[in-house]
């Protein structure tokens, strides 16, 4: 049950990291004041979240 929760903690939070991102898209800021994730990050991420 615990590697369950562990799994559902993950998803939320790689969710909620890439809803942010598209919120910031969608505000239309400039290209220089926010960066664009690309695969190499959110794969970095899915790392970190998975392995600490």
């Avoid at 990291?17 to 290209?31: F, I, P």
């Avoid at 695969?39 to 899915?46: F, N």
């Amino acid at each position: 049950m615990g590697d369950r929760n562990a799994d559902s903690n993950y998803e939320q939070s790689i969710i909620a990291w890439a809803t942010h991102g598209q919120r910031l898209n969608n505000e239309k800021l400039s290209a220089e004041s926010v960066q664009e994730r690309n695969d190499l990050q959110l794969i970095g991420m899915q790392i970190f979240f998975r392995h600490g």
